[in-house]
């Protein structure tokens, strides 16, 4: 029996740890150009070490080193506002990147807010929502808005009384900002939405087990995505009464449609 030499292991593991990390920074290299395209009002270019925005700042990609790319529970070092990291993009944490382009505080961010109300044809001035002008969202939410008021009225029950819109904080139990911190989010109605987090406390069971349940209609999540909005039930943790604008995590082949549906965030499960 032919048993390998300790130089072929050798070999053979830093083959699979190059194989790793040049997944890693190939996907990363994708990610990032989908971040150009999703964005092209504000980002110039990007390339594997920086994204440039069109005012000349520049956001510096932090690599990760080979032991990360193949130990992918390692967290990435701590960072400052003018870098995002290889873990960021993997994770779908964007903060540093939406604090650029929203503000990097509520107040920043409100400077930017306008009133849109909410299927007005429908429910008049019953839902005042504060979003942000920045990449146009306002219009967009108003196009939304629009193309709800078309459906059959069967829908409405849906889409009305909108949990909010802007509102500066952190996601529950989680150090990071909430995509309504920068005006780009709505919530629809609660009452037919369904959170992981509601359901796991409900049951009372091992999230394992916790199939992802949906009540919001196809039509009205397509409306929403054909403008760039994600749908929360799109995420494995998932929170199908939310929509946030994320352009960058659409197909640019496909169109509107996402190139993700129930695994966003669950390889960033730890």
Not at 8 to 22: D, G, V, W, Y
């Amino acid at each position: 029996m032919n048993l390998l030499t300790p130089a072929k292991r050798l070999l053979i593991l830093f083959l699979i740890i190059f194989s790793f990390s040049t997944n890693v920074i190939s996907q990363t290299n994708i990610e990032l150009i989908r971040l150009k395209d999703g964005y092209p009002e504000l980002i110039q270019s990007v390339s594997s070490t920086a994204i440039t925005w069109k005012d000349g700042s520049q956001f510096q990609v932090s690599e990760p080193s080979r032991l990360y790319a193949l130990m992918n529970w390692i967290k990435a070092d701590s960072h400052s506002k003018d870098t995002i990291t290889i873990k960021d993009l993997q994770c779908d944490h964007y903060e540093n990147i939406f604090k650029k382009m929203y503000g990097h505080n509520a107040t920043e961010v409100k400077k930017k807010l306008v009133v849109i109300y909410w299927m007005q044809k429908a429910f008049g001035h019953k839902y005042p929502l504060k979003v942000t002008t920045v990449n146009g969202i306002d219009k967009k939410i108003q196009r939304i808005s629009a193309a709800l008021e078309n459906l059959p009225q069967s829908y409405w029950k849906f889409v009305e009384n909108p949990g909010g819109s802007f509102y500066w904080r952190n996601v529950k139990r989680e150090p990071y900002l909430s995509a309504h911190s920068f005006g780009i989010a709505i919530d629809i109605n609660s009452h037919y939405g369904r959170y992981w987090l509601w359901d796991l406390q409900k049951l009372k069971s091992q999230f394992s087990f916790l199939a992802p349940v949906n009540n919001i209609p196809m039509k009205i999540v397509q409306i929403f995505e054909q403008e760039g909005f994600l749908w929360g039930g799109r995420w494995h943790f998932y929170d199908t009464m939310h929509f946030e604008y994320r352009p960058e995590l659409f197909s640019k082949e496909s169109g509107s449609q996402t190139q993700y549906n129930g695994q966003l965030g669950l390889h960033c499960v730890a």
